[in-house]
Structures are given as structure tokens and as C-alpha cells.
């Protein structure tokens, strides 16, 4: 019988206090600050300890994260450059060409802004591709509102809930779920699958209905990009040269294509994958600098990669000061900030919990999914990924569940909901690129997204 101490309950005092932060649509990094030192305090009984042991617990969790920060940075750098020297217009220039019916286009684009943002994120993914992809879509007979539900189901339902190729959601669950990455992403593949072949078509049948109701009617649509602040930020851009770009798109396919074979042939996973895909990156921008931009290259690839990283830190900043809280919970990285005598508060809680509740595998996965949803609230995704995998393993481990399945189902819930599906302040970037309102596109994702998300459970229940 595990024996719980103070340490324990403020432990879970504070877990249960950044939920219902959360379910107010409050940020919880205050929460977290406090948590950490209050908990600190108690678990080393000095005070000065603990007001260390808070700034110790952020560098833990900035060790952590710090490759995922960084991939997804530079990724954002490297798109600003494609966007800006032309070579993603190039890029997607036979794309367009496909977009020749509303039905197709909901099809095409959807798929391609998936893609797209498996590989450089959804955020840039939507601005990039939107800007490339929208006007034909519209023009093909694509409604407004059509094209962002198609962009925030396939971009964020899709593409983020499981990001394989980045592994920064699936990275920030595993090491606080304590599991490989290549487990939490394996489990996600099965939830993709089911939530995909019931949420997409059923967006679909709700798409149809408005073709066929505008049938012959003209789309009303005013271009994103007509502020004069976002025209005179064009005409600073440097297009390459045509015969740059002729060369460089083979180029830049073939390296990707590389490290794709080199991660099957090496089997590099986690860690080892992205550092691969990072190194390229790196090649490419300096590539791209060179040859797109000539002489100004080296200022250009110095300014893209400051916003690269301004972006990323954007992103992950209150996501570093959550997880430092749910890292002193953990027992390896515990041990990192109290020292060696640290204990796993977390395991003990769901021992606990299981000794005193018999959890099988049904009442667990609707715990794990509800409270996914829940940190999905204020509207990001990441900042709940500290809590869903630290909570996969509170859960999983005594109750012999498998932990990576948990922490992938608390991970698909949390970023679907806040990442940018049924939550209408999640859904600003999807709005502001089609000029429609954020709150129109939760209420048609709603149904198909939930209906998606039921699915998904039950996956989860098969697969624990």
C-alpha cells in the first residue's frame, strides 16, 4: 500500500487546480509558478531550497524541450525563406491546377495543408499555403467557410494531434509520459485513422450541402493580403532567380527525400530522426540564402532565423514554465531537480488511485480523454501535454494500462480541441485567412469533430 505524504496532496491539490484554471479559459503558468515553489517547499523543508528548486525545474524542462523548440523553429525560418524568394509558389503552382471543382478543392486543399503542416507546423502551413492555395480554391467554387473547415480539420485534427514528422507534441508527451516517442506516435496512427474515416467525411456531407445550396450564386470574398501593411511587407521580398528555382525544388525534394530513406534504412527515431531533419533544414536555408537571395543572404538567413525562434519561444514559453511543475511530479526528471532521494509523487498518486478505486480500461480512457479536452480549453494544444503525459503515467503504470496508448489519446484530445478544431479562439488563424468568423467554423467542426473523437476512445480502449 502505497503511503501518501503532504507532498502527495499538494501535488494533486495542484493538478486539480491547473484544471480548473484551465476549464476557466485562464492561463496556468501563474498556477505553475506557485505550484512548483509551494511543492518545493514542502518536499525539501527549506525555503531557499525551494525558491532554487523552481528555477532548477525550469531548466529541466527547458533541457527537455529544447530540441523540439529548436526544430520547430528553424522549420519556421526555412518557409518564411521559401515564401519570401518565391519558391513556394513555384512549389505549389501544379497544386492549383487541380483545384477545378468546390468538391475537389475541400479534398485537395485539406490534404495538402496536412502535408504541409506535418512538415513546417500548422501555424506557417496555414499562412503559406492558404495565401498559395485559397484563391483558386475559391475561384473553383470553394466557399470561404468551406476552405476553413477543410484547413482546421486536416491541419490541426490530422496534422497536429499526431505531428510524425516534427515530434514536437508527440516529444513533450513521451518524456512526461516517460515512454519512447516512436510509441506515443505508433498508438496516435490507429486514432488518426478512425477519426480521420468518421470526422472528414461527415465535414464533407456538410460541405456538399452548402455547394449545392450556392449552386450558380457568386462567392463573396474579400483577399486576405488587401491591407496596405501587408502589400508594402511584399514588396520587400526577394523573388530568386528563374533559373535558381528551376534548380533548387529538385534540390530541396531530393534532401527530404533523403532523410526520409535514412530514417527507414538507419531506423532513426525520436531524437535521432529530428536531428537529421533539423541538419537538413540547415542545409537548405543556407542553400536557399545563397542562391536565392545573393549577397543579401546572409542578413536575409540571419533575419528569418531570429523570427524563427521569436516564433518558437512564442510558442513554448508558458509550456516550459507547466511542465517544469508536472516535471517535479515525474520520477526521472524528479530526481534531476530534488536529487537522487526523489520520489515519483505521480506513480504514487495513480497506485493510489487504483488501489482505492478498481480502474479498468473503459473508466481510464474516458478520464484520460476528458481531461485531454479539458487542458485543449485555453486554446493552444501544448500547454495540457505536461499534464496528459504525466497523467498517462499516473494511470497506466498501476493499473498495468499501456502508457504510451494513454498519453497518445490525452495528447490527440488535447490538441484537436485546443490546437484548433471546435474552439473558436483556437480558430483565429484559420479565420483570419479565409475572413470568416472563427465562431461559425467551431459550430460546423462540432459534430464531425466529436463524432470523430468517440472513435477514438474506443480505439483507445482496444488498444490499452
Not at 525563406?81 to 503552382?93: D, S
Not at 480521420?196 to 461527415?202: F, M, S, Y
Not at 527530404?256 to 540547415?282: E, N
Request: with cysteine.
Amino acid at each position: 500500500m502505497v503511503e501518501l505524504t503532504a507532498a502527495h496532496w499538494v501535488y494533486a491539490f495542484f493538478i486539480v487546480a491547473v484544471l480548473v484554471t484551465m476549464t476557466l479559459r485562464r492561463e496556468t503558468p501563474l498556477v505553475c509558478l506557485v505550484a512548483s515553489l509551494v511543492l518545493a517547499w514542502v518536499v525539501t523543508g527549506s525555503f531557499v531550497k525551494a525558491v532554487q528548486a523552481v528555477f532548477n525545474s525550469m531548466t529541466v524542462a527547458f533541457s527537455e524541450l529544447l530540441g523540439i523548440i529548436a526544430i520547430i523553429s528553424i522549420i519556421v525560418a526555412m518557409a518564411k525563406m521559401l515564401e519570401e524568394t518565391g519558391l513556394a509558389e513555384m512549389m505549389f503552382r501544379p497544386v492549383q491546377k487541380m483545384l477545378v471543382s468546390p468538391e475537389i478543392a475541400f479534398w485537395v486543399m485539406g490534404v495538402v495543408i496536412m502535408l504541409v503542416a506535418w512538415v513546417i507546423w500548422p501555424s506557417p502551413a496555414i499562412a503559406l499555403v492558404g495565401a498559395l492555395l485559397l484563391p483558386a480554391a475559391i475561384k473553383a467554387g470553394l466557399s470561404p467557410i468551406n476552405a476553413a473547415m477543410a484547413i482546421s480539420m486536416f491541419g490541426y485534427g490530422c496534422a497536429l494531434t499526431t505531428d510524425f514528422i516534427i515530434q514536437g507534441a508527440p516529444g513533450i508527451t513521451a518524456k512526461t509520459a516517460g515512454v519512447p516517442i516512436d510509441a506515443v506516435m505508433w498508438k496516435s496512427l490507429p486514432m488518426l485513422a478512425v477519426w480521420a474515416a468518421i470526422a472528414l467525411p461527415l465535414s464533407f456531407r456538410s460541405v456538399r450541402r452548402d455547394i449545392k445550396a450556392n449552386a450558380g450564386k457568386p462567392i463573396e470574398w474579400a483577399p486576405f493580403e488587401a491591407s496596405a501593411e501587408a502589400l508594402k511587407e511584399r514588396e520587400k521580398w526577394t523573388a530568386a532567380r528563374p533559373g535558381f528555382k528551376k534548380i533548387a525544388l529538385p534540390a530541396i525534394a531530393i534532401l527530404f527525400a533523403l532523410d526520409v530513406v535514412g530514417m527507414l534504412v538507419f531506423k532513426l527515431r525520436g531524437g535521432d530522426a529530428t536531428a537529421l531533419l533539423g541538419g537538413t533544414v540547415g542545409i537548405v536555408m543556407v542553400f536557399v540564402a545563397l542562391g536565392g537571395y545573393g549577397r543579401e543572404g546572409f542578413e536575409k538567413l540571419t533575419e528569418h532565423t531570429r523570427a524563427g525562434f521569436m516564433f518558437g519561444i512564442r510558442i513554448f514559453a508558458p509550456v516550459l514554465l507547466i511542465a517544469a511543475f508536472f516535471f517535479m511530479g515525474s520520477p526521472g526528471t524528479a530526481k534531476a531537480i530534488f536529487g537522487e532521494g526523489a520520489k515519483g509523487l505521480l506513480f504514487d498518486l495513480g497506485q493510489a488511485l487504483a488501489n482505492t478505486v478498481p480502474l479498468s480500461a473503459i473508466p481510464v480512457a474516458v478520464i484520460q480523454a476528458v481531461v485531454g479536452g479539458i487542458t485543449g480549453l485555453d486554446g493552444s494544444g501544448f500547454s495540457g501535454l505536461p499534464l496528459v503525459g504525466t497523467l498517462a503515467q499516473a494511470l497506466g503504470g498501476p493499473t498495468n494500462l499501456d502508457v504510451a496508448t494513454l498519453g497518445a489519446l490525452g495528447q490527440f484530445f488535447a490538441v484537436a480541441v485546443g490546437g484548433g478544431t471546435i474552439i473558436p479562439w483556437a480558430l483565429i488563424p484559420a479565420a483570419a485567412i479565409t475572413g470568416t468568423d472563427p465562431v461559425e467554423i467551431a459550430g460546423r467542426n462540432l459534430w464531425p469533430a466529436m463524432a470523430g473523437f468517440a472513435g477514438v476512445i474506443i480505439v483507445a480502449i482496444f488498444l490499452l
